[in-house]
């Protein structure tokens, strides 16, 4: 058994490695979508890295050029606060939740959104901030809960808000 040990033991730490390493980096590039995945609509030019998205409630919406950080939260998916126990478990509301995000918009990493929401185009949402109102277009925000800190001014020094 040694022998076999000996000579299967580095071939299956090799490929397991491998695995771990292969996994590993792809899981920083994977959205992932509870509930109904038709529900989700992602432009082809927007970055979303390994966000996950919560459709239960609404449908969500990421235009184009829009990008994310990394572990972004978007969730259209809610339960009811005022239900207990297995009654709250099962209280989800299906419609109501919707999340449109802009073109162009930048939500930093460890972002969370909870609908019903809307991101202007253009928007800059801070590093580690939960967004539960609008955020008008070329502006940003950060904060628990977000707030509004600036508009973007254009190249041109004109103001865009």
């Given at each position: 058994m040694k022998l076999l040990d000996r000579l299967l033991k580095p071939t299956v730490e090799r490929l397991l490695a491998e695995r771990i390493?292969?996994?590993?980096?792809d899981a920083l590039y994977r959205y992932r979508v509870h509930s109904d995945p038709a529900r989700l609509r992602i432009h082809p030019t927007a970055v979303v890295n390994n966000a996950i998205f919560n459709t239960g409630g609404g449908y969500i919406t990421v235009g184009a050029y829009v990008f994310f950080g990394h572990n972004v939260c978007v969730l259209a998916g809610v339960h009811e606060?005022?239900?207990?126990?297995?009654?709250?478990?099962?209280?989800?509301?299906?419609?109501?939740?919707?999340?449109?995000?802009?073109?162009?918009?930048?939500?930093?990493?460890?972002?969370?959104?909870?609908?019903?929401?809307?991101?202007?185009?253009?928007?800059?949402?801070?590093?580690?901030?939960?967004?539960?109102?609008d955020v008008e277009p070329y502006a940003v925000v950060a904060g628990n809960p977000a707030?509004?800190?600036?508009?973007?001014?254009?190249?041109?020094?004109g103001d865009l808000g």
């Open positions: 390493e292969a996994e590993g980096l606060v005022d239900k207990f126990g297995l009654e709250r478990q099962q209280a989800i509301p299906r419609s109501g939740y919707d999340i449109e995000i802009g073109e162009g918009a930048w939500l930093a990493t460890n972002v969370l959104v909870a609908g019903p929401v809307k991101i202007g185009a253009h928007a800059v949402v801070g590093g580690g901030s939960v967004v539960r109102k707030r509004f800190i600036r508009f973007l001014n254009r190249d041109d020094g």
